[in-house]
C-alpha cells in the first residue's frame, strides 16, 4: 500500500525558504497518470492548496502562492519536494504531501512548519 | 480562480440523524468534486469523488450528489466516528481550491 512521509525543516526563520520532502512507499513516483500535491493547514484553519508536479513533469501552482513556490521531483529517491522562498508568520501551518488523480486519495500524516525568528 | 463555498460552516447532530453538507461553485465544475473528512491531529481521507463516487472502504452511509456548481454530501444515520471536519474540493481546472469546511458536532 503506498505511503508517504513528509520530512524537512520545522522551523524557518522570517524570510528565509522552506524545503519540504515527501518520501514515497510501497510504489512508484513513476506510476503513470498521478499528480503529488502539496497542500497546508494553518493551525485552526481550512485546506489550501499549494500546488502539484504531474507525473510528465508539468507543474501548477496556488496563483497567490506562485512566486514563491517550486515543486520538484527525485525520481531516484522516489520522492518529491516543496520550495517554500520568502515566509512569513502566515506560512506557519501543517503541511501534507498527497497522491492524487486530481481528488487526492493518498496523504501523509503531515509535518508542522513553524516561521519564527 | 474557482471559489468554493460550504454551507453550514457548523452543524449540531445527534446519532443517527441524517444530515446534509452544501457545496457551491462560483462556477460549473461539471462533477469534478471531491469530499474529505478531517478528525483533530490527521490528515483529510478522502470519502467522495467524482460528485457522487463512493471511495474504496468508505461506508455506504455516505453519499454525495450534484452537478454543475451546487453539490450535497449527506450522511444518512451519523454514527460517532462521523463527528468531524467535512471539507469539498474542485479539480475541474489545474487550480484546486477547497471549501472553507464544516464541522459537524455533537448535539
Known amino acids: 500500500q503506498l505511503q508517504l512521509q513528509e520530512s524537512g525543516s520545522g522551523l524557518v526563520k522570517p524570510s528565509q525558504t522552506l524545503f519540504l520532502t515527501c518520501a514515497v512507499s510501497g510504489g512508484s513516483i513513476s506510476s503513470g497518470g498521478y499528480s503529488w500535491s502539496w497542500i497546508r493547514q494553518p493551525p485552526g484553519k481550512g485546506l489550501e492548496w499549494i500546488g502539484y508536479?504531474?507525473?510528465?513533469?508539468?507543474?501548477f501552482y496556488n496563483p497567490s502562492l506562485e512566486s514563491r513556490v517550486t515543486i520538484s521531483v527525485d525520481r531516484s529517491k522516489n520522492q518529491f519536494s516543496l520550495k517554500l522562498s520568502s515566509v512569513t508568520a502566515a506560512d506557519t501551518a501543517v503541511y501534507f504531501c498527497t497522491r492524487g488523480l486530481d481528488y487526492m486519495d493518498v496523504w501523509g500524516i503531515g509535518t508542522t512548519v513553524t516561521v519564527s525568528s | 480562480d474557482i471559489q468554493m463555498t460550504q454551507s453550514p460552516s457548523t452543524l449540531s447532530a445527534s446519532v443517527g440523524d441524517r444530515v446534509t453538507i452544501t457545496c457551491r461553485a462560483s462556477?460549473?465544475?461539471?462533477?469534478?468534486l471531491a469530499w474529505y473528512q478531517q478528525k483533530p491531529g490527521k490528515a483529510p481521507k478522502l470519502l467522495i469523488y467524482?460528485?457522487?463516487s463512493l471511495e474504496s472502504g468508505v461506508p455506504l452511509r455516505f453519499s454525495g450528489s450534484g452537478s454543475g456548481t451546487e453539490f450535497t454530501l449527506t450522511i444518512s444515520s451519523l454514527q460517532p466516528d462521523d463527528f468531524a471536519t467535512y471539507y469539498c474540493?474542485?479539480?475541474?481546472?489545474?487550480?484546486?481550491?477547497f471549501g472553507q469546511g464544516t464541522k459537524l458536532e455533537i448535539k
Open positions: 467524482k460528485a457522487s
Open positions: 462556477q460549473s465544475i461539471s462533477s469534478w
Open positions: 508536479i504531474y507525473h510528465s513533469g508539468s507543474t
Open positions: 474540493q474542485q479539480y475541474n481546472s489545474h487550480l484546486y481550491t
